[in-house]
Antibody, heavy 120, light 109 residues
Framework: QLQLQESGPGLVKASETLSLTCSVSGGSIDSSSYYWGWIRQPPGKGLQWIGN???????YYNISLQSRVTISVDTSKNQFSLKVSSVTAADTAMYYC????????????WGRGTMVTVTS | QSALTQPASVSGSPGQSITIYCTET?????????VSWYQQHPGKAPKLIIY???SRPSGVSSRFSGSKSGNTASLTISGLQAEDEADYYCGSYTSSSSSFGSGTRVTVL
């Protein structure tokens, strides 16, 4: 059974870089039908797509975030990662990693999420 | 990338049916846009309940149904139950990019 687990610091100082990792178990990250994505949700607000990555390293980012976001993949560790630079309070959110089924465009498997708070 | 508009809230009594609409505005007018719907209970991760506009994953109640016409998708919940009280998000996927609607809070009266 596929499982995704987010990990990383729960507190990040303003202007610094937020770094999270998603560890995948029960399936291989280099499967051809899937992308791997990051989605975030500020407290009390809706879901915001951050970006997707294919196992080859091809990335697609939300236009509003792409200047500060980097998503990478490590197939040897079955993990993919997120970096958001120059964070502000607006980046405080629950961060989810998820697997996207490319053929039908849906996120069928999600991690439980990890809360990241930006402090001043 | 797409912008998806949903009503902020919808309510209904137990046993009734409700429908949530999701209207998409996109600069990509040629690509096929896959529509999905997610249910999110407080403190939980979103759960896929409809994919490809009208298909249900295994294990999702048949009370949930979806459809799409033009640039508007809809989610109908039939026989509303207390457990259906949650936030619902539409999602769109095209050209390897995703987007989500603003979310609809469903309240069971």
């Amino acid at each position: 059974q596929l499982q995704l687990q987010e990990s990383g610091p729960g507190l990040v100082k303003a202007s610094e870089t937020l770094s999270l990792t998603c560890s995948v178990s029960g399936g291989s990250i280099d499967s051809s039908s899937y992308y791997w994505g990051w989605i975030r949700q500020p407290p009390g607000k809706g879901l915001q797509w951050i970006g997707n990555i294919y196992y080859t390293g091809s990335t697609y980012y939300n236009i509003s975030l792409q200047s500060r976001v980097t998503i990478s993949v490590d197939t040897s560790k079955n993990q993919f990662s997120l970096k958001v630079s120059s964070v502000t309070a607006a980046d405080t959110a629950m961060y989810y990693c998820a697997r996207l089924f490319d053929d039908l465009g849906d996120y069928r498997h999600w991690g439980r999420g990890t809360m990241v708070t930006v402090t001043s | 990338q797409s912008a998806l508009t949903q009503p902020a809230s919808v309510s209904g009594s137990p046993g009734q049916s409700i429908t949530i609409y999701c209207t998409e505005t996109s600069s990509d007018i040629y690509g096929y846009h896959y529509v999905s719907w997610y249910q999110q209970h407080p403190g939980k991760a979103p759960k896929l309940i409809i994919y490809d506009a009208s298909s249900r994953p295994s294990g999702v109640s048949s009370r949930f149904s979806g459809s799409k016409s033009g640039n508007t998708a809809s989610l109908t919940i039939s026989g509303l139950q207390a457990e259906d009280e949650a936030d619902y998000y539409c999602g769109s996927y095209t050209s390897s990019s995703s987007s989500f609607g603003s979310g609809t809070r469903v309240t069971v009266l």
